[in-house]
């Protein structure tokens, strides 16, 4: 292979290898938007993740504390295999909604205020990289005196709303737009280090091709002259 060639093809797997550094980088500055649902102390709240069953069929899925990472869930609290739950961390979480329908959707059992935060639901599809995930961040506040304890986080209809629920849908608007200003700004400094990161990619690329060059001149000549003194 000549010297002119080899480097040829260097340049071009760096390239490819600099374009897909560029991809990978830039699909994370996207906006991910977190569900949020408002639970109160000593009430159940579900937390939804639903996927269709007829068409997938019964698949692996967990729940974890943090949002959904690549692989699996961060910090796993529920995991079922085959639509069989294998591994609970606390009596307290539990899957109530029919499963063989495709509903995973998470229920935490008298909600205290440690149970705040962000869950994350993954449902694992077939095919690559087709897992289905969901992010919810989950409030718990004090709960209204004239409710029971027992009493779900069932949203309000239009017919049927009080007062206090269009408090809670305020406050739910609230926290998310919050979070999204707050996603916002991630993804403007993610945007940053993906340019910043470009570039000093090309200007290593473009420093170490000229230093190349000088090499491939001196062994294009040596073997030149060995040809002249044969």
Not at 14 to 21: I, K, P, Q, S, V
Not at 34 to 47: D, N, S, Y
Not at 223 to 229: L, S
């Amino acid at each position: 292979m000549s010297p002119r060639f080899g480097a040829l093809l260097y340049k071009r797997v760096h390239m490819r290898g600099l374009g897909y550094l560029f991809l990978s980088i830039l699909s994370q500055v996207r906006s991910e938007a977190l569900k949020v649902i408002i639970g109160h102390v000593g009430h159940r709240v579900t937390l939804p993740c639903a996927y269709d069953a007829r068409v997938q069929g019964l698949v692996s899925f967990c729940w974890g504390r943090g949002k959904v990472p690549t692989f699996k869930c961060s910090n796993r609290i529920l995991a079922a295999e085959d639509g069989e739950v294998f591994f609970i961390s606390d009596t307290r979480y539990q899957l109530l909604g029919r499963v063989g329908d495709g509903n995973v959707s998470l229920t935490i059992l008298n909600a205290q205020p440690s149970d705040a935060g962000v869950y994350g639901c993954r449902v694992e599809l077939p095919g690559w990289f087709n897992d289905y995930k969901v992010n919810t961040y989950l409030v718990v506040e004090e709960a209204p005196s004239d409710q029971p304890g027992t009493q779900d986080n069932v949203p309000a209809t239009a017919g049927t709303q009080k007062e206090g629920d269009d408090d809670t849908t305020k406050r739910t608007k609230q926290v998310e737009d919050g979070l999204k200003a707050f996603q916002e700004v991630g993804n403007i400094c993610r945007l940053a280090a993906v340019v910043s990161i470009t570039v000093l990619f090309i200007l290593v690329f473009i420093s170490s091709g000229r230093r190349s060059c000088p090499r491939q001149h001196v062994t294009t000549s040596t073997v030149e002259n060995i040809y002249q003194i044969v």
